[in-house]
C-alpha cells in the first residue's frame, strides 16, 4: 500500500451466481483513498459500491486481486481489519426492543471497548447525534433519522481511523440529512477521520473532497467534484416556456438531437447538451426562453453514464397503465378533513384538511415521523382513521374501504413484494390479487415486462434485484389493475438520478392522462415534479402550496434565492421552535 493511502484495491474483481446467471459486481478495480477526507463512492444501482464496502471490511472473498485497510490485507486479516475500521452497511443492525442506552452498550461490548473508557466515549456520542435526552427510548420507536443516527454513534463507540457509511442518509428527511452530515464533517476535522461514503444523492456527493464513479463494476471516473464538474462548462441550460408546466416541457425536451439530458428543477427545465452550445431548435419556438447555467456534478454523472451522447430515449407508453378516468380536471377525486390517527397516547396525524384534483401530482412532505406514512396508509383504506372524513374516488373509506381500494395503487415505502417469488411471479400473483384472469392477465403481465424492461429479469427472485429494478416491478404491480389513483410512499428513496428520471418519466406520462398521483419524498428536488406540496410536522399540515409558492414564501435577505430544501427546513425548523416555546 503507498505511503499515506488509507485504502487500496488492485484489479479486485467478485462475481455472483443469480439464478442461472452470473453478474460481475467487479471487474478489475484499481483504486486509493487518501487520509483525512471524505471520498465519495457513487454510481447507479447495480455499480458495484456495496460490494466494494463488503470486500473492504472484509465480509466477502474477492475473485480477483486485493484490497488492503490500513496496512492490512482485508482477504486474510480480515478480523484485525474488522476491528480497526468502522462499518456502517445500508440497513444497519439496531436491536429495535432495546433502548438506545443498551444498543450503545451491545456495541461496546462487541467491539471490546473498557468499561471505564465508555462514559465519555457515550456523552460525546451522544452530544453530536442530539440523542442525550433519548437514551432511555427504545430504538424501534425512534424516527429514521434517529436510527441512522444512533447507527452511527453505534459504529463510532470505538473511534476507528477509517470509517465506511454505505448509503447513510437512505430513506432521511433533509434536517437529518444535514445533521448527518455535521457529525462527517465533525469527525473528519476534529478527529481526523477517513470517510468512504456511498450515496445515491449526487448533492451530497459534492461535499466530498474527491468522488469514485463505478459503473458496471469498473471505475468510469475518479476526481474532485469540482473538477469533473468544470468539463461540463459551456453544456447546462435552463428553458421555460410562458404558459406550460414544467413536466410538459421536459417531456417535449427529452430526447432531442442535441440533448443528453431533461430535468425539471424549479421553474425551469434543466438541459445538458452535446455540445458547448445552445440547444439546437429551441431559439425559433414560441415562448421558449434559454439561458445558461452554471454546471453541477450531477450534470457531469449523467453525462458521463449516457456517454455524452443524445439521450437514446425509451419512450414510455403509459397508455396500458390506467383506464380513463374521465371526469373534469378540477374535480377532487381525494377529500380529507379533520383526519386524525391515534396510536395509544400518541397522535400521529392530528388532523388534516386538503383537497386532491383529478390529474394532480401532489407531493406530502415531511420530517421523519411526521405522520405522511399514516396519512397514506389511511387513505389507502390499509388505516382506519381515528377520526375526520376521508373521501377517496367518491367512496367513503370509513364506509367503504375495499371498493375504493379497487380503484387505487399503492407502492409502500419498503420493498413489500414477495422476495422469494421471481419477477414473473409476482407479476401472476398480483393480477390475480385484482381479479384478473385469462387472456386479460396474461396481456397486462406481457404488457408490464415489456414496458418496464422486466422480461431479461422475468425467471430472477424479486429479492436479488438491485434497487432501481425493484421500484421497476413494484410499480407494474400497483399498475396492473389500471388504477385512476396512485400512491407512492417514498418511491425512489436510495435509488440513482438515472432511475429517478426513469421513474417520473412515467409518472408524467400517467398524470398527462388524468391519473391523480400523491407522492412522499425526501428528495426536494424530485418534489419540485409536483403541482401542489404539503408540508407536515408533528401529525399536522403546516404549508399546502404550489413549490414556487413556498420557495417565494422563504425568501430573505440572506437567502434571496432559496431552494425547496432550505423553505422545507425553514418550516421544520420554525415549527419545532414554536412547539418547544
Not at 34 to 51: E, M, Q
Not at 197 to 211: G, I, S
Not at 238 to 243: M, S
Not at 435 to 451: F, K, S
Request: with cysteine; hydrophobic share 45%; proline share 4%.
Amino acid at each position: 500500500m503507498p505511503a499515506g493511502a488509507v485504502l487500496e484495491a488492485c484489479g479486485l474483481g467478485k462475481s455472483f451466481q443469480v439464478g442461472k446467471r452470473v453478474v460481475t459486481a467487479l471487474g478489475g478495480v484499481d483504486l486509493q483513498v487518501r487520509p483525512g477526507a471524505v471520498t465519495g463512492l457513487i454510481g447507479p444501482d447495480g455499480a458495484g459500491k456495496t460490494t466494494f464496502m463488503r470486500l473492504a471490511a472484509g465480509l466477502l472473498v474477492p475473485d480477483a486481486g486485493s484490497i488492503h485497510v490500513l496496512g492490512l490485507d482485508s482477504t486474510h486479516d480480515a478480523l484485525a481489519v474488522q476491528a480497526a475500521l468502522g462499518y456502517m452497511p445500508q440497513r444497519f443492525g439496531l436491536y429495535e426492543d432495546l433502548t438506545v442506552q443498551e444498543n450503545l452498550d451491545l456495541y461496546a461490548d462487541l467491539q471490546g471497548v473498557p468499561r471505564a473508557a465508555r462514559g465519555a466515549r457515550y456523552a460525546e456520542l451522544m452530544h453530536m447525534t442530539g440523542l442525550a435526552a433519548f437514551t432511555r427510548r427504545l430504538a424501534g420507536r425512534l424516527s429514521g433519522g434517529m436510527k441512522q443516527k444512533l447507527g452511527l454513534a453505534c459504529t463510532l463507540v470505538r473511534a476507528p481511523r477509517l470509517l465506511l457509511l454505505d448509503e447513510p442518509t437512505v430513506g432521511v428527511d433533509p434536517v437529518s440529512r444535514r445533521e448527518l452530515w455535521a457529525i462527517v464533517d465533525r469527525l473528519v476535522q476534529n478527529e481526523g477521520m477517513s470517510v468512504l461514503l456511498a450515496t445515491a444523492y449526487l448533492d451530497e456527493a459534492e461535499r466530498c473532497a474527491e468522488v469514485i464513479l463505478l459503473h458496471d463494476g469498473r471505475i468510469l471516473d475518479q476526481g474532485s467534484p469540482a473538477a469533473m464538474s468544470a468539463r461540463m462548462a459551456g453544456r447546462t441550460w435552463a428553458a421555460a416556456q410562458r404558459g406550460t408546466r414544467q413536466r410538459e416541457l421536459q417531456a417535449q425536451l427529452d430526447g432531442r438531437p442535441g440533448i443528453v439530458d431533461a430535468l425539471v428543477q424549479g421553474e425551469h427545465v434543466r438541459l445538458i447538451t452535446t455540445a458547448a452550445a445552445p440547444p439546437q431548435g429551441l431559439a425559433g419556438e414560441p415562448d421558449i426562453v434559454v439561458r445558461a447555467l452554471p454546471p453541477r456534478f450531477e450534470d457531469a454523472f449523467v453525462d458521463l453514464l449516457r456517454g455524452g451522447r443524445d439521450r437514446q430515449m425509451h419512450r414510455v407508453d403509459m397508455s396500458g397503465g390506467t383506464r380513463d378516468a374521465g371526469g373534469d380536471a378540477r374535480d377532487p377525486v381525494i377529500r380529507v378533513a379533520g383526519a386524525k390517527r391515534r396510536f395509544g397516547d400518541f397522535w400521529a396525524v392530528a388532523g388534516v384538511d386538503f383537497e386532491i384534483r383529478r390529474g394532480e401530482v401532489f407531493g406530502l412532505l415531511g420530517a421523519n415521523g411526521a405522520g405522511k406514512t399514516t396519512t397514506f396508509r389511511m387513505l389507502c383504506g390499509l388505516l382506519p382513521a381515528s377520526a375526520g372524513h376521508l373521501d377517496v374516488a367518491g367512496v367513503d373509506l370509513r364506509r367503504a374501504a375495499s371498493k375504493a381500494r379497487a380503484r387505487i395503487g399503492y407502492m409502500s415505502q419498503k420493498f413489500s413484494l414477495y422476495g422469494n417469488l421471481s419477477v414473473a411471479q409476482n407479476l401472476d400473483f398480483f393480477a390475480s390479487a385484482y381479479g384478473l384472469d385469462g387472456p386479460q392477465r396474461r396481456q397486462r403481465i406481457e404488457w408490464a415486462l415489456a414496458e418496464f424492461a422486466l422480461g431479461a429479469a422475468g425467471d430472477q427472485l424479486s429479492g436479488d434485484l438491485p434497487l432501481g429494478y425493484k421500484q421497476r416491478l413494484a410499480m407494474a404491480c400497483a399498475l396492473m389493475h389500471r388504477p385512476e389513483i396512485l400512491f407512492l410512499d417514498e418511491p425512489t428513496s436510495g435509488v440513482d438520478p438515472i432511475a429517478r428520471r426513469e421513474f417520473w418519466q412515467r409518472i408524467n406520462a400517467l398524470a398527462r392522462q388524468g391519473v391523480t398521483v400523491m407522492v412522499t419524498t425526501h428528495f426536494m428536488e424530485e418534489a419540485e415534479y409536483c403541482d401542489r406540496l404539503a408540508i407536515m410536522a408533528a401529525g399536522r399540515i403546516l404549508a399546502l402550496d404550489e413549490p414556487a409558492a413556498l420557495k417565494a414564501a422563504a425568501r430573505s435577505a440572506e437567502q434571496p434565492e432559496p431552494t425547496l430544501e432550505d423553505a422545507f427546513i425553514r418550516l421544520i425548523e420554525a415549527a419545532a421552535v414554536a412547539e418547544a416555546a
